[in-house]
């Protein structure tokens, strides 16, 4: 212990006797900076969560053997530069900017909530953004329809839904779609990004993605649907009905306000 104690010494002596080579004795905490979408690109692809990014990477690759980096500007053939990025955090509002058209990969809001509340509960930090200490000690104190109400209500989901589906020339892929067994609903996804970028698919393409989703689909229990079920109480489905009924509707989930 001596010996380790008169080591520290001596460093921190050398440190300070060279003037440009001082030891901070205490360092402080680097902030991260928030990716932004770059001022000009020309399409953005924008997920709801890191699943969704993951999946359309997959699909990108499969289509034009190339691949995307995440929170950066990439410079794409087909159609120049092309931001991919994540929308299940507190965002800078360059995300949701009318910047050029964007490719939304949508989850079923209901289970985004579900989802969100299992993460705050297991500690993962990028869906605790928004708390403060004290918030967060409250909420997880709530019991299970308490702690779904307050996201239905507070959350950042429906602010993120807001802000994308604001966007003039926006189009909307179901994620659901991609790994589902229903090989038309599969089918026409994939169609879908592949128009979106104006890319020819070949069904041998088209075979070869189908595959490597329908691989996926097991691993991903939060986007195959109807997770909410299961965490929904009558009070949460018509306070959600109220806050974002409008947006189940526009994006196929359901055919009207009837499904409570």
């Known amino acids: 212990m001596k010996k380790r104690f008169a080591i520290a010494i001596a460093v921190l002596s050398c440190c300070y006797a060279f003037p440009g080579h001082d030891l901070p ?44 980096h995440v ?31 964007t490719l939304y990969l949508l989850a079923d809001p209901r289970d985004l909530i579900v989802h969100q509340r299992d993460s705050i509960l297991c500690g993962i930090s990028s869906n605790r953004k928004g708390f403060s200490k004290r918030e967060l000690e409250k909420f997880i104190n709530l019991n299970p329809d308490q702690q779904i109400s307050y996201l239905i209500q507070h959350g950042s989901i429906k602010k993120n839904l ?54 996926y689909g097991s691993s991903y229990r939060m986007i195959q649907g109807g997770v909410w079920k ?3 109480s009558d009070e949460n489905k018509e306070l959600f009905k109220q806050a974002m009924g409008d947006f189940l509707i526009s994006c196929g989930y359901e055919d009207s306000f009837d499904w409570i």
């Open 162 to 215: 807001e802000k994308v589906c604001s966007s003039e020339e926006l189009v909307v892929v179901r994620v659901e779609d991609l790994i589902c067994e229903d090989a038309n609903k599969q089918n026409a996804a994939i169609s879908k990004i592949a128009s979106f970028f104006e890319l020819d698919v070949s069904l041998e393409q088209m075979s070869q993605v189908s595959r490597k989703l329908c691989s």
């Open 25 to 68: 004795l205490r360092r402080p905490i680097p902030i991260p900076k928030p990716i932004l979408c770059p001022e000009k690109v020309d399409v953005k692809v924008l997920g709801v969560n890191r699943h969704s990014v993951f999946l359309f990477k997959t699909v990108f690759r499969l289509l034009t053997q190339q691949e995307l």
């Open 71 to 101: 929170g950066k500007k990439n410079e794409i053939k087909e159609c120049g530069a092309l931001f991919l990025g994540r929308v299940d955090g507190k965002l800078s509002s360059l995300y949701y900017s009318d910047r050029g058209k």
């Open 230 to 232: 299961e965490s929904f």
